[in-house]
C-alpha cells in the first residue's frame, strides 16, 4: 500500500475500493451494467485528491525532500473549460523542502506525473472553484514496495462469479527503476501467465503490467507494483497476482492468495 498522506474527502476511499471490483469491457464483468455506471459517476465525483485552486505538492523520499522535481498537472477529459478556452498543462518545481506550489490552477480534473527524476505514482487531482478542500498533498516515496529475492512472477484473469482465474496472457511487463523512472526490462507473459526480468541488482524497482489492448489508437491501461529486489528477503518471487481493470478503477494488482 503506498504512503499517501493527505487530508482530502474520504469518500474516495470508499469509492476506490468499490470500482476496483468492477472489469473493463473486454473482461468478465461481475457488475450490472446500471450499477457499475453509478459506480464510476462517483469516482468522477471524487478523486484521491480534492483541492482548492491554490494548493502545494510536497514529494519526500524514505522521509527525505526530494527538491528540484518538476510536477506536472495534465487536464483530463475535456479539451476546453466551460468558457471554451483551452485548458493547458499546468506545471510547478519542488524548492529545497520538496514542495512544488501552485497558484490560481482552473478548475476540473488532471492527472499528476513527475517529468524529471522519480517514479510518480499514479495520481487523479480534481481542483475545485468552490468550497472548502484541501491546500496540501504530501506524497512519500517508496510504496511501500514489496521485498523478493528475484524478480519474476505469475499473472491471473479473474472471472466472474466463482469461476477460476484464467492466466493472462500476452500481456506486456516492465521493470521500471523507482528513482529515475527509466525503464530497465521488458516483457511479455508466457502462455501461463509468468513473467520475468534478468535483472539482480538489489533496489527499488516498479513492475508495470500493460493488458493486452485492441486499441491502437488509445494508450493502453497499466497496473505499478512496487517491489524491492533484497537477496535475504523472505519472499523468494513476486506472489501470483490477479489483474482486474475497469473503466473507472484502470489495472489494478491484487494478490491472488487474498482472494482464496
Known amino acids: 500500500m503506498?504512503?499517501?498522506?493527505?487530508?482530502?474527502?474520504?469518500?474516495?476511499?470508499a469509492v476506490t475500493i468499490v470500482c476496483g471490483c468492477s472489469f473493463a469491457q473486454d473482461q468478465e464483468s461481475n457488475v450490472a451494467p446500471a450499477e457499475f455506471e453509478h459506480l464510476c459517476v462517483l469516482s468522477w465525483l471524487s478523486t484521491p485528491y480534492d483541492v482548492g485552486t491554490d494548493f502545494s505538492v510536497t514529494l519526500s523520499f524514505r522521509q527525505a525532500p526530494l527538491p528540484g522535481i518538476r510536477v506536472v498537472l495534465t487536464?483530463?477529459?475535456?479539451?476546453?473549460?466551460?468558457?471554451?478556452?483551452?485548458?493547458?498543462?499546468?506545471?510547478?518545481?519542488?524548492?529545497?523542502?520538496?514542495?512544488?506550489?501552485?497558484?490560481?490552477v482552473p478548475a476540473g480534473k488532471y492527472y499528476a506525473t513527475a517529468k524529471n527524476g522519480i517514479f510518480f505514482p499514479s495520481n487523479e487531482v480534481t481542483v475545485h472553484a468552490d468550497g472548502n478542500f484541501d491546500g496540501e498533498i504530501e506524497i512519500e516515496w517508496p510504496l511501500v514496495p514489496l521485498p523478493v529475492r528475484a524478480l519474476r512472477g505469475k499473472l491471473a484473469v479473474p472471472q466472474e462469479g466463482a469461476g477460476a482465474d484464467r492466466?493472462?496472457?500476452?500481456?506486456?511487463?516492465?521493470?521500471?527503476?523507482?528513482?529515475?523512472?527509466?525503464?530497465?526490462?521488458?516483457?511479455?507473459?508466457?502462455?501461463?501467465?509468468?513473467?520475468?526480468?534478468?535483472?539482480?541488482?538489489?533496489?527499488?524497482?516498479?513492475?508495470?503490467?500493460?493488458?493486452p489492448h485492441k486499441d491502437k489508437k488509445t494508450e493502453a491501461a497499466s497496473g505499478d507494483l512496487a517491489v524491492e529486489l533484497d537477496p535475504v528477503a523472505q519472499e523468494p518471487t513476486i506472489p501470483e497476482m490477479r489483474v482486474?481493470?475497469?473503466?473507472?478503477?484502470?489495472?489494478?494488482?491484487?494478490?491472488?492468495?487474498?482472494?482464496?
Do not use: N
Open 75 to 104: 487536464p483530463t477529459g475535456e479539451s476546453a473549460d466551460g468558457s471554451g478556452h483551452s485548458r493547458v498543462p499546468v506545471t510547478a518545481v519542488t524548492d529545497p523542502s520538496g514542495t512544488a506550489h501552485f497558484l490560481a
Open 244 to 260: 482486474p481493470q475497469s473503466d473507472c478503477a484502470g489495472v489494478q494488482l491484487e494478490k491472488v492468495a487474498e482472494y482464496r
Open 2 to 13: 503506498a504512503s499517501l498522506r493527505f487530508k482530502a474527502v474520504s469518500l474516495v476511499v
Open 167 to 211: 492466466p493472462l496472457r500476452f500481456a506486456t511487463a516492465q521493470l521500471v527503476d523507482l528513482r529515475s523512472s527509466r525503464v530497465i526490462e521488458t516483457q511479455r507473459t508466457s502462455a501461463d501467465g509468468s513473467y520475468g526480468f534478468s535483472t539482480v541488482k538489489p533496489g527499488l524497482y516498479v513492475v508495470r503490467i500493460i493488458p
